[in-house]
Protein backbone atom coordinates (compact mmCIF):
# COMPACT_ATOMS: atom_id res chain seq x y z
CA UNK A 1 0.00 0.00 0.00
CA UNK A 2 1.14 3.57 -0.83
CA UNK A 3 2.47 5.60 1.98
CA UNK A 4 1.21 8.42 -0.01
CA UNK A 5 -1.45 9.14 -2.84
CA UNK A 6 0.38 9.72 -6.05
CA UNK A 7 0.92 13.53 -7.07
CA UNK A 8 -2.55 13.65 -8.74
CA UNK A 9 -4.67 12.76 -6.05
CA UNK A 10 -5.40 15.60 -3.71
CA UNK A 11 -4.12 15.94 0.14
CA UNK A 12 -5.95 13.96 2.45
CA UNK A 13 -7.91 16.22 4.89
CA UNK A 14 -5.35 14.48 7.90
CA UNK A 15 -1.65 14.07 7.30
CA UNK A 16 -0.98 10.60 5.55
CA UNK A 17 1.56 10.28 8.56
CA UNK A 18 -1.22 10.92 11.03
CA UNK A 19 -3.62 8.67 8.96
CA UNK A 20 -1.03 6.43 9.80
CA UNK A 21 -1.11 6.85 13.17
CA UNK A 22 -5.13 7.23 14.08
CA UNK A 23 -5.35 3.71 12.21
CA UNK A 24 -2.24 1.44 14.32
CA UNK A 25 -3.63 3.24 17.28
CA UNK A 26 -7.39 1.92 16.64
CA UNK A 27 -6.14 -1.46 15.95
CA UNK A 28 -3.69 -1.63 18.51
CA UNK A 29 -6.13 -0.60 21.13
CA UNK A 30 -8.68 -3.43 20.18
CA UNK A 31 -6.22 -5.92 20.07
CA UNK A 32 -3.65 -5.45 22.68
CA UNK A 33 -4.78 -7.87 24.92
CA UNK A 34 -6.30 -10.03 22.52
CA UNK A 35 -5.20 -13.58 22.26
CA UNK A 36 -6.35 -14.87 19.49
CA UNK A 37 -8.58 -14.88 16.55
CA UNK A 38 -12.26 -15.30 17.40
CA UNK A 39 -14.77 -14.91 14.82
CA UNK A 40 -17.70 -13.84 17.59
CA UNK A 41 -15.69 -11.24 18.32
CA UNK A 42 -15.12 -9.08 14.90
CA UNK A 43 -17.71 -7.66 14.59
CA UNK A 44 -17.09 -5.30 17.75
CA UNK A 45 -13.25 -5.12 16.96
CA UNK A 46 -14.62 -3.58 13.64
CA UNK A 47 -16.52 -1.36 15.01
CA UNK A 48 -14.50 0.07 17.59
CA UNK A 49 -11.66 0.53 15.25
CA UNK A 50 -14.02 1.91 12.68
CA UNK A 51 -15.62 3.95 15.14
CA UNK A 52 -12.28 5.46 16.55
CA UNK A 53 -11.09 6.28 13.41
CA UNK A 54 -14.27 7.87 12.47
CA UNK A 55 -13.86 10.35 15.77
CA UNK A 56 -10.38 11.16 15.26
CA UNK A 57 -11.22 12.43 11.60
CA UNK A 58 -14.03 14.46 12.15
CA UNK A 59 -11.99 15.49 15.32
CA UNK A 60 -8.80 16.58 13.36
CA UNK A 61 -10.36 17.67 10.00
CA UNK A 62 -13.06 20.43 11.56
CA UNK A 63 -11.36 24.08 11.28
CA UNK A 64 -11.30 25.86 15.11
CA UNK A 65 -14.17 27.52 15.77
CA UNK A 66 -16.45 25.49 13.42
CA UNK A 67 -18.78 22.97 14.02
CA UNK A 68 -19.02 20.98 10.97
CA UNK A 69 -16.72 18.81 9.67
CA UNK A 70 -15.75 19.96 6.34
CA UNK A 71 -15.79 16.47 5.09
CA UNK A 72 -17.87 13.56 4.85
CA UNK A 73 -16.18 9.94 5.84
CA UNK A 74 -16.52 6.33 5.30
CA UNK A 75 -14.55 3.58 6.88
CA UNK A 76 -13.94 0.49 6.07
CA UNK A 77 -12.28 -2.26 7.91
CA UNK A 78 -11.78 -5.92 7.16
CA UNK A 79 -9.87 -8.51 9.37
CA UNK A 80 -8.53 -11.71 7.77
CA UNK A 81 -8.01 -14.43 9.80
CA UNK A 82 -4.40 -16.59 8.84
CA UNK A 83 -4.85 -19.56 8.50
CA UNK A 84 -2.84 -22.09 11.04
CA UNK A 85 -2.04 -25.53 10.56
CA UNK A 86 -4.95 -26.99 12.52
CA UNK A 87 -7.36 -24.58 10.88
CA UNK A 88 -6.13 -25.75 7.18
CA UNK A 89 -7.08 -29.02 5.60
CA UNK A 90 -5.26 -31.33 3.96
CA UNK A 91 -7.61 -31.55 1.36
CA UNK A 92 -7.69 -30.68 -2.30
CA UNK A 93 -7.36 -26.95 -2.07
CA UNK A 94 -3.38 -27.08 -1.44
CA UNK A 95 -3.52 -24.37 0.46
CA UNK A 96 -1.37 -25.58 3.32
CA UNK A 97 -0.43 -23.42 6.02
CA UNK A 98 0.00 -19.78 5.63
CA UNK A 99 -2.45 -16.32 5.27
CA UNK A 100 -5.79 -16.59 2.70
CA UNK A 101 -5.16 -14.55 0.09
CA UNK A 102 -7.71 -11.76 -0.41
CA UNK A 103 -8.19 -8.93 -2.71
CA UNK A 104 -10.25 -5.50 -2.13
CA UNK A 105 -11.02 -2.76 -4.47
CA UNK A 106 -12.60 0.31 -4.60
CA UNK A 107 -13.55 3.00 -6.62
CA UNK A 108 -16.21 6.01 -6.87
CA UNK A 109 -17.02 9.28 -9.04
CA UNK A 110 -15.69 12.54 -7.51
CA UNK A 111 -14.17 15.52 -7.37
CA UNK A 112 -10.79 14.50 -7.92
CA UNK A 113 -9.24 17.54 -6.49
CA UNK A 114 -11.36 17.45 -3.49
CA UNK A 115 -12.12 13.47 -2.74
CA UNK A 116 -9.97 10.74 -2.49
CA UNK A 117 -9.19 7.31 -0.44
CA UNK A 118 -6.33 5.61 1.26
CA UNK A 119 -5.93 2.16 2.80
CA UNK A 120 -3.53 1.08 5.58
CA UNK A 121 -2.77 -2.30 6.59
CA UNK A 122 -2.35 -3.67 10.22
CA UNK A 123 -0.93 -7.33 11.35
CA UNK A 124 -1.83 -8.59 15.00
CA UNK A 125 -2.21 -11.96 16.47
CA UNK A 126 -3.34 -14.13 13.93
CA UNK A 127 -4.65 -11.89 11.62
CA UNK A 128 -4.63 -8.68 9.27
CA UNK A 129 -6.56 -5.95 9.41
CA UNK A 130 -7.34 -4.05 6.49
CA UNK A 131 -9.01 -0.45 6.85
CA UNK A 132 -10.18 1.95 4.06
CA UNK A 133 -10.54 5.66 4.27
CA UNK A 134 -12.61 7.34 1.85
CA UNK A 135 -12.76 11.35 2.11
CA UNK A 136 -15.88 13.44 -0.17
CA UNK A 137 -15.24 17.45 0.87
CA UNK A 138 -18.78 19.12 1.60
Known amino acids: MPDSPPPKYPQPP??????????????FSVFEKVEKYEHSRTEGWNNSIINYILR?????STVA?????PFK????????????????STGTD???????????????YWNNEKD????????????DVVVSIIWIAL
Request: aromatic residues 6%.
Open 14 to 27: VPINRLKQICNDAC
Open 56 to 60: SLCSE
Open 65 to 69: GSSQC
Open 73 to 88: FAVNSTIIQHLSSKAS
Open 94 to 108: GAGVGRRGMHSACGA
Open 116 to 127: GTWSFKYEAKGM
